[in-house]
């Protein structure tokens, strides 16, 4: 696989929104999300909810069972706010803070996932 | 303030007390009171729309029912583009505000702001996860938000672009750490070509004849006898022909609807006489325009504003370019002081109105852009003044009355860029003067003749057109003519700059978002002199800049076919001309620049490693290495040494000032290696808006002393707040030695003064005198803020009550309270400078 082709692989899932369900149940609710996570790093171009892990790279994938981890490589593993990190065993999770929404200067990159309540 | 006590002070007593805003309230008349106070605030606060502003559903809901209905139709897609756009106009709410005598708004209500569903998936799903602006019902909105997602993946302007960029570049955009902004075709700052519509020779009808003409000659030649490669492109040139004239005619039939409007509340509906009267006169004036060339200022107003309007229906527009007076003047001359039809109070009646139409203008932008750009929707920097293509003084009486109706209306947006040189009058000057002096912020000064002289330079305009610059975005000239205009200034390009000497301290490595963005330029702490150190620069500054620039020229070159913009065409010469859409490269003679955020800190950095790492040896490149790289935590002394004891920008010190130079001469010689789709160069233009608080928590810790998550300077060529020790004359000075022409594109300048010091005609001459020092060291741009830090420190504590306080913030104004407390203290940390 040239290299063009290996990242096109990697980035695939990410470039795009995925559908929403129109009439389907809510997601089911778990506490483990990537965007809880303290090695979770929210895109700074955009927030519909991109990110990457600063722990995984590149080539890593959480929703494999069992989940596949890279520790190699200089680029972080791609990744989204929501999703589903219940069986990431590399999940930290974050503090959340009390901040005012309509001030951008959270400390911490910007994540406004962390003024939920706990 | 109660309204008992604003009514029993009298403005004089407004006016000691340096409470303009009250001032203005007594001062204006009581339709523009009302006006000025039915708006909605409409840019975010901080990154968050305000309370009560709600996303506009409608328009996506028509516009993904029409693209629906089209699907499988067998039209190209300009037409279908040009049909979705048509249902939009035809089928959106319309309202007339009470009391108005100007229509027109991008939403269906005006508390809404309109989203458009078309330009990409991304910014779908911004609506979608923004709960403070979805309307209620949320339920109902959010199946509704999901059904035109779903359509739209896939099929969005960017969603079609993505995948025929390069990956890698891609990636490293959408990192969000080097660039802020799309490369779309439909996402940024059109300019537009006022010269062809602006001018009163021609409106939308005669445009729509001229093109029927045209499809009927071509669909002759196509059908003649014979077959060469210019019948095949004959079938493309009829297709957009035919775009276009769709558009027009749809932008005639919605003011038409407005007419019908203003007529059935006028027939039936209003009571009041006058006001009847004022509804009819909508009625007349919305029938005439766009349809034919105004004959009265409410005319020329109102077709401005249609124009504006339409263009926010085809595409998300960040910035309004405009030279009101130069095009509007003629009309303003002929109603108030030839036909005496408005008396003076009348006419800046209608300017005022005029400025708060702008000011509610309001679409759905990402929270990178409202972070950006805290408290507006985007960059209305009208151009006034100035000199006409013969280098006349272009001054009129309505370059007055526009700065009097924005002293009555204070709005922070639009604001305006003033185009200064030698002939301008002192009555002019005073003007200008009076409005900074009420804490305006605006207008900013520009130096015509080195701006006309620069766009000369970078990009071959000749100098008849040069002379007829207007903004395209915040301070970029650009000639609003035939081929000199450029269609889209795409955002994209511009670049967060401190990432540059970052990239020098990790090799390339984004510690942030976790991605080799960078070049490998090795490890800083092999450097053996700043000559090594300094080339390290120049290659990241280099990488930096091609990533973005490869993007927008690619997005520039795919978009005539993949995204075209037929109603911007249909006003540009160059596409009824030619049957090419107006964004063709080759129609143009380019006028691309690179926006430089957050750039000084590169030469603070630079100076700090060059004094205290290779000259005084006070510390190894390791140390400071590792000092970033725990963001100085524990390394405090060490830091505060890097802040006060490097020699910093704008203090007139050859040390600092000449590594300034050096890298802008760098960056203007790579800027001609860098060549646009037309041809032409890439210059850069330093200016931050708010990207410096928004990329406050992107950039590292640097060797200037700055942590991770502290604000970045206010931007351009501005010193860091607080640094500028030497005062307002050794920072004219330091930036005198930059050459405004030939080192970039331009160079935005912040300075604070001290409103008790420009009191009265002493505090005007003060300030003339300082002008003076400017305009001789022939800098491009300078900005005030003429707001004391104790009116800015009562705002933060009883916002409330200083609703209506403006500050400059780069390149924008923005009401103080709208912007976020880190902004608000980065203003207040700027020096204030004392002038004589």
Redesign the interface.
């Known amino acids: 696989m040239s290299r ?1 082709e290996e ?2 692989k990697a ?1 695939a899932g990410i ?3 995925q ?2 369900e ?1 009439n389907a149940a809510p997601p089911k609710k778990t506490d483990k999300l990537c965007g809880t996570c303290t090695n979770y ?1 929210e ?8 990110g ?3 722990y995984l790279k590149l080539g890593s994938d959480i929703t494999q069972r069992p989940p596949v981890y890279v520790f190699e490589g ?3 593993y791609l990744t989204r706010t929501l999703a589903d990190a219940s069986t990431c065993e590399h999940y930290q999770k974050m503090k959340m803070i009390d901040k ?11 994540r406004s996932i962390r003024q939920f309540q706990e | 303030m109660a309204k008992a006590a604003i009514a029993d002070r009298s403005v004089k007593e407004f006016e000691e007390k340096q409470e303009w805003w009250w001032a203005a309230e007594k001062k204006r008349s009581s339709r523009l009171d009302y006006l000025r106070k039915a708006i909605w605030k409409k840019g975010a606060i901080g990154g968050l729309y305000a309370p009560g502003v709600k996303t506009d559903l409608e328009r996506a809901v028509l516009q993904t029912q029409k693209a629906r209905e089209l699907e499988f139709s067998p039209d190209p897609y300009v037409i279908k583009f040009a049909k979705m756009l048509a249902h939009v106009l035809d089928n959106k709410s319309i309202f007339i505000t009470d009391h108005a005598q100007l229509v027109g708004y991008t939403g269906s209500l005006p508390h809404t702001i309109a989203w458009d569903p078309s330009c990409a998936s991304i910014l779908n799903e911004e609506v979608y996860n923004d709960p403070t602006a979805i309307p209620d019902p949320a339920e109902k909105s959010q199946q509704i938000i999901r059904d035109v997602n779903n359509y739209w993946i896939g099929k969005s302007d960017l969603d079609k672009m993505m995948p025929i960029f390069d990956m890698e570049d891609l990636m490293k955009m959408l990192s969000g750490s080097i660039g802020w902004g799309v490369p779309l075709a439909r996402g940024g700052y059109s300019s537009k070509d006022y010269e062809y519509i602006m001018t009163g020779k021609r409106a939308f009808q005669a445009i729509i004849d001229e093109l029927s003409q045209k499809i009927d000659e071509a669909d002759e030649q196509t059908h003649a006898p014979g077959a060469t490669p210019d019948t095949t492109r004959m079938y493309d040139k009829i297709n957009n022909w035919e775009a276009m004239k769709i558009t027009l005619e749809a932008g005639i039939r919605i003011a038409k609807r407005y007419a019908r409007l203003a007529g059935i509340m006028a027939e039936h509906f209003e009571e009041d006489t006058i006001r009847r009267e004022e509804l009819l006169k909508i009625a007349e004036t919305c029938e005439r325009v766009p349809a034919y060339p105004p004959r009265t200022l409410q005319e020329s107003l109102q077709y401005d504003i249609f124009i504006q309007m339409m263009s926010r229906t085809e595409a998300i527009e960040g910035a309004w370019p405009s030279r009101p007076d130069y095009y509007h003047g003629p009309y303003y001359n002929k109603d108030v002081n030839i036909d005496k039809s408005l008396t003076k109070e009348e006419a800046i009646d209608l300017l005022g109105e005029f400025l708060i139409r702008a000011a509610e203008v309001c679409q759905f932008k990402p929270k990178w852009s409202r972070e950006g750009l805290q408290g507006i929707d985007g960059t209305w920097v009208w151009t006034i003044g100035g000199v006409d293509k013969d280098g006349r003084d272009a001054c009129n009486d309505m370059t007055i009355a526009l700065m009097q109706a924005a002293r009555l209306v204070r709005v922070a947006n639009p604001t305006f860029g003033f185009r200064w040189h030698p002939k301008v009058k002192d009555e002019v000057m005073r003007e200008i003067f009076e409005c900074l002096r009420q804490g305006l912020g605006y207008p900013n000064l520009r130096h015509d003749p080195i701006l006309i002289a620069n766009t000369m330079h970078w990009y071959g305009h000749p100098i008849e057109e040069a002379r007829l610059w207007c903004n395209q975005a915040c301070l970029s000239p650009c000639p609003p003519t035939k081929h000199g205009f450029q269609p889209m200034r795409m955002a994209n390009a511009t670049a967060n700059c401190a990432k540059i000497i970052e990239y020098v301290m990790t090799n390339g490595y984004d510690p942030v978002v976790n991605m080799q963005v960078g070049a490998e330029t090795g490890d800083v702490t092999s450097f053996k002199n700043f000559e090594e150190f300094f080339e390290a620069w120049e290659k990241q500054m280099k990488t930096i800049f091609s990533i973005l620039v490869r993007a927008v020229n690619r997005a520039r070159t795919l978009a005539p076919n993949l995204t075209p913009r037929p109603y911007l065409s249909a006003l540009s010469e160059r596409s009824i001309e030619s049957g090419m859409d107006t964004l063709t490269p080759s129609l143009e003679r380019g006028n691309a620049w690179i926006t430089a955020f957050t750039w000084v800190e590169n030469i603070d950095s630079l100076a700090a490693v060059k004094k205290l790492v290779f000259e005084d040896k006070k510390y190894t490149m390791a140390e400071l290495k590792n000092a970033i790289d725990k963001n100085w935590e524990g390394y405090e002394q060490m830091r505060l040494d890097f802040v006060r004891n490097a020699p910093k920008w704008g203090n007139d010190d050859n040390y600092v000032d000449d590594i300034m130079v050096r890298c802008l001469k760098a960056a203007a010689k790579f800027s001609k290696e860098l060549k646009c789709p037309s041809g032409n160069n890439w210059p850069i233009l330093p200016e931050n808006v708010s990207g410096n608080i928004h990329y406050a928590n992107i950039v590292g810790a640097l060797p200037n002393g700055r942590r991770l998550g502290d604000a970045l300077y206010d931007g351009g060529i501005s010193p860091g707040p607080g640094l500028d020790k030497k005062g307002p004359t050794a920072v004219l000075k330091s930036c005198g030695k930059i050459n405004h022409i030939t080192d970039g594109r331009a160079f935005l300048l912040n300075q604070r003064l001290s409103p008790s010091q420009l009191a009265g005609e002493k505090g005007y001459q003060l300030w003339k005198a300082y002008m003076r020092t400017w305009a001789d060291l022939e800098l491009d741009h300078i900005q005030f803020n003429v707001v004391d830090d104790s009116t800015l420190r009562a705002a933060q504590k009883d916002p409330e009550k200083y609703q209506e306080v403006i500050v400059r913030v780069a390149g924008y104004s923005a009401h103080f309270v709208d912007i976020s407390r880190k902004t608000q203290d980065n203003i207040i940390q700027r020096t204030v400078q004392g002038l004589g």
Do not use: I, Q, V
Not at chain 1, 100 to 110: H, L, N, Q, V
């Open positions: 063009r990242k096109r980035y470039l795009m929104p559908k929403h129109s790093s895109s700074s171009w955009s927030s519909d909810g991109r990457s892990c600063k200089k680029e972080g005012d929404g309509y001030e951008c200067s959270d400390p911490t990159f910007r």
